[in-house]
């Protein structure tokens, strides 16, 4: 980190909301990068819908209803937390600014909001935590894990994130390969000389196999995860275990079964599955379904799409227990460096605030579906 969290003025005085922060980034980022953190899978239908979706729900306020105790906490994972904002899990940020991940988990930690470091962080996964570990009125610090072909690096790995003081693993589930990413081949992305994944130095090429004919993927996928590995992770690590890339209630009721701590609704920011469904549109369904099976204490995160206070605000509504912020913290962070991500944090929260004052909300318990009813 090349300073500590600067004072909130270094941001552009014209920059009064997360879409502000996304037409200054266009100015900032390269075309590559930009390519990289902005563009969808195909078509980008799925990384439109996300958007869509949460625009498409009207709130109906509800007026005269006691404010004075409100507050925006929230529990999750047994631990009280200031706000439902969550910094999701993005890789090679140092794409976007010198201080790449450092500066967002410091930011985070300054603003009380949840942090996930990628498994393709471009710094090694122990500078974060010694950075924030400490820090009073932190969320919670979790590392994102995509399972390796070598079962003996992944235990390694998981080992570190332990021993740096990471409290949970959040498991991405819903990408065996990359998807169509049509913007970043016209680019023709690259990692520039210096910016890699680190922390999966070390990992060995993919064991060549023999070419089967039709096999899907040129064979990719024999290495690609199950439910199988999700049980051998879970007898690997002490800590709770999170699946992100859940959009059907089946696999959100066989992750429940399998143990698993939370599921978190994602459709990798439309970057894997062109066509997926909205997050928005699959949070409730599978809110209900574990509901129904008896489940409805698994905590259920969202991400995609969000933009607005608002947003955060319908995604509770639905049921989730808290929000992941993607692209628009890499905005910030490309603008002004860990104070951008701050300032992002603060908006979205300045704007949760404000939506649950005008909506009849003192607290979070009190955004339900009737916030959708007429």
């Known amino acids: 980190m090349t300073s500590s969290l600067p004072a909130l003025q270094a941001i552009a005085p014209e920059i009064v909301c997360l879409a502000d922060h996304e037409r200054r980034a266009t100015e900032v980022l390269d075309a590559n990068a930009w390519a990289y953190f902005s563009g969808g899978a195909a078509d980008e239908r799925c990384l439109l819908a996300n958007r869509s979706a949460w625009d498409a729900l009207p709130l109906w306020p509800r007026v005269l209803r006691p404010l004075a105790q409100g507050h925006t906490r929230i529990q999750l994972l047994g631990r009280e937390y200031a706000h439902p904002l969550l910094v999701a899990p ?6 976007a600014h010198a201080d790449g991940e450092l500066a967002s988990a410091y930011a985070a930690a300054a603003l009380g909001a949840g942090f996930t470091l990628s498994t393709q962080s471009s710094l090694p996964l122990e500078l974060p935590a010694q950075a924030v570990l400490g820090t009073m009125g932190r969320g919670p610090l979790w590392f994102q894990l995509y399972l390796q072909h070598d079962r003996g690096f992944t235990r ?19 990408a065996p390969v990359s998807g169509v990413r049509d913007r970043e081949r016209r680019a023709g992305f690259h990692l520039p000389a210096g910016i890699s994944a680190v922390n999966l130095q070390g990992l060995g090429p993919v064991p060549a196999a023999a070419p089967a004919d039709g096999a899907l993927c040129a064979g990719v996928l024999r290495h690609a995860p199950t439910w199988e590995d999700l049980a051998w992770l879970l007898e690997q690590t002490r800590l709770p275990v999170l699946l992100k890339g859940i959009l059907h209630p089946r696999d959100a009721l066989q992750a429940a079964r399998l143990q698993a701590a939370g ?4 459709n990798h920011g439309g970057r894997t599955l062109d066509s997926a469904p909205a997050t928005a549109l699959a949070l409730p369904r599978i809110v209900q379904a574990l509901q129904n099976a008896a489940a409805g204490a698994l905590p259920v995160i969202v991400d995609g799409g969000i933009r ?26 490309a603008n002004a460096g860990a104070a951008g991500v701050a300032h992002v944090l603060r908006l979205l ?14 607290t979070l318990a009190d955004a339900t579906s009737a916030l959708f009813d007429d």
């Open 263 to 266: 599921i978190i609704v994602s």
């Open 156 to 174: 390694e790995l998981v080992q570190r994130v332990e021993r740096a003081g990471y409290e949970a693993l959040v498991l991405t589930v819903d």
């Open 308 to 333: 607005r206070g608002t947003d955060v605000l319908k995604a509770m509504a639905l049921g989730a227990s808290a929000v992941m912020i993607g692209r628009p913290i890499v905005w910030g962070l």
């Open 90 to 95: 993005m890789a090679f940020q140092r794409l």
């Open 349 to 362: 929260r300045d704007e949760l605030e404000i939506a649950m004052a005008v909506t009849g909300c003192a």
